[in-house]
């Protein structure tokens, strides 16, 4: 089992935004039970450097159509395993609404 976060951003936790603080935690609190863990950010800026962390982070750019999802993070939800969990962060976001209906395509819980 694998469980992937999907958030706007970097879930920086040296930020004051409230869900970069609880992804990064929440992260790793699973990884550190041995729970096989991994953070997506969309992103407008996602070479930038971001801090170490002990679960990995997958950033993609976001598109320039702000409710269509990244291409890159559609070709990596497809290859995924139908035991993985993706676990959305946030409310009321077009573009977790269009990666949602591709999870339930992919039989992605």
Same mark, same amino acid.
């Given at each position: ?11 920086? #936790? ?5 869900? =970069? ?8 609190? @699973?990884? /550190? !039970?041995?729970? %096989? ?18 679960? #990995? ?5 976001? =598109? ?8 890159? @993070?559609? /070709? !990596?939800?497809? %290859? ?30």
């Amino acid at each position: 089992m694998k469980i992937i976060h999907i958030v706007l951003g970097k879930a920086n #936790p040296s930020r004051a935004n409230g869900v =970069n603080k609880v992804v990064h935690s929440l992260s790793c609190w @699973l990884h /550190n !039970k041995g729970i %096989k863990t991994e953070v997506w950010g969309i992103t407008t800026t996602p070479f930038a450097t971001t801090p170490d962390r002990p679960y #990995p982070l997958k950033l993609f750019k976001a =598109n320039m159509l702000s409710f269509l999802p990244p291409k890159e @993070l559609i /070709n !990596k939800m497809e %290859k995924l395993s139908k035991d993985t969990i993706i676990h959305f962060h946030g409310v009321l976001i077009p573009v977790f609404s269009k990666i949602a209906t591709l999870s339930i395509q992919l039989g992605l819980p």
